[in-house]
C-alpha cells in the first residue's frame, strides 16, 4: 500500500484546510485593499493621478529635494528616484518607515493620503 | 495606530525558527530512530508545526495589515509573496496532516512528509530572505 486510509484523509483535510484558508486570506486581503482604496480622500473621492502626482511634487520638493536632487537623480549621500523598479507600497513604506542609519521617517510629517501623493509622484518619473 | 510594521517583524521570527526546528527534529528522529528520544523528538516537532502554524496566521494578518491588503507587488516585495503564500498554503496543510496521522506514518507517507517539510522550509527562508532584503532598503522595521 502507498499510503494507508488515514494519511489519505489527513492529506484531504489538510489540502481542503490549506485552500480554504489562503482563499479566505485573499479575500480578506482584496476587501481591506478596496476599504483602504476608498478611504484614502475625504468623502470617498481619490484625487485624479495628475492632481494627486502634482500634490506630491510639491512635497517631494520640501522634504526630499534636497537630499535626492531637484530632479530627484540621486545627490551626493541618496540615491536617484528615478525608473524605481519597487511598488507603491515599498515606496509608501520607506517613506513612513525610513531607512535605519540613512533616511528618516517620514510617517510624522506625511499621513498615509500624503504619503501616497509622494508615491504618485516618485511613479511619474519612471 | 498600531505599529504593524514592528509586529510583523516579530511575529514572522516563530514561524519561520519554529518551521525549521520542527523539520530538523523530524529529520534526526529518522536518523536516529532506534534512540530512546527520537519518540520524543517526534512529538517536540509535531508541536513545533502546530505552534509554526498558528504563529504564521498572525505572521499573515500584519503582513496585510502592513501592506493594507496589497498581496502580491512587484521586486523584492513580490519575491517575499511569491515564497509567502506557498509556504503558509503548505505550512496549514502539512499541520492539520500532523495532526491527523500523528505518529501513524507509513514509510512512504513519512518521506513524502519529509520532502514536503525541506519546501516548506525552503519557502519559509526565501520568503524570509526576501522580507530581509526589503528590510535593507527600508521597507519594513526600521
Not at chain 1, 551626493?76 to 511598488?87: M, N, R, T, V
Not at chain 2, 525558527?17 to 517526534?42: E, H, I, N
Not at chain 2, 496521522?101 to 519559509?124: I, N
Request: contains cysteine; glycine residues 10%.
Amino acid at each position: 500500500m502507498i499510503m494507508t486510509p488515514l494519511e489519505i484523509k489527513g492529506a484531504v483535510a489538510g489540502v481542503i484546510t490549506s485552500v480554504f484558508i489562503l482563499v479566505a486570506t485573499f479575500t480578506a486581503g482584496g476587501i481591506y485593499r478596496n476599504h483602504i482604496e476608498s478611504e484614502t480622500e475625504p468623502g470617498n473621492k481619490p484625487l485624479d493621478a495628475a492632481t494627486l502626482a502634482a500634490k506630491g511634487r510639491t512635497f517631494f520638493f520640501q522634504s526630499c529635494a534636497h537630499c535626492h536632487g531637484q530632479d530627484a537623480d540621486g545627490g551626493e549621500d541618496a540615491p536617484s528616484l528615478l525608473k524605481l523598479q519597487i511598488s507603491g507600497t515599498h515606496m509608501a513604506l520607506v517613506i513612513q518607515s525610513g531607512i535605519k542609519d540613512e533616511m528618516p521617517s517620514f510617517a510624522k510629517k506625511y499621513n498615509e493620503q500624503d504619503t501616497a501623493a509622494i508615491v504618485a509622484y516618485l511613479k511619474t518619473l519612471h | 495606530m498600531i505599529p504593524w510594521d514592528k509586529l510583523h517583524g516579530a511575529m514572522t521570527h516563530f514561524p519561520i525558527a519554529l518551521l525549521m526546528f520542527s523539520t530538523a527534529c523530524d529529520f534526526v528522529s529518522v536518523a536516529f530512530k532506534k534512540l530512546s528520544f527520537a519518540r520524543g523528538l517526534r512529538l517536540v516537532s509535531f508541536y513545533g508545526l502546530a505552534f509554526a502554524a498558528l504563529a504564521s496566521l498572525g505572521a499573515v494578518v500584519s503582513g496585510i495589515a502592513l501592506t493594507k491588503g496589497d498581496m502580491w507587488g512587484r521586486g523584492d516585495f513580490g519575491w517575499h509573496h511569491r515564497f509567502v503564500w506557498p509556504a503558509f498554503g503548505l505550512l496549514v496543510a502539512l499541520a492539520v496532516w500532523r495532526l491527523v496521522v500523528r505518529d501513524a506514518m507509513s514509510r512512504t507517507g513519512l518521506c513524502l512528509y519529509l520532502v514536503l517539510m525541506l519546501l516548506a522550509s525552503g519557502f519559509v527562508a526565501a520568503a524570509g530572505y526576501f522580507g530581509g532584503e526589503l528590510l535593507l532598503s527600508g521597507g519594513g522595521v526600521p
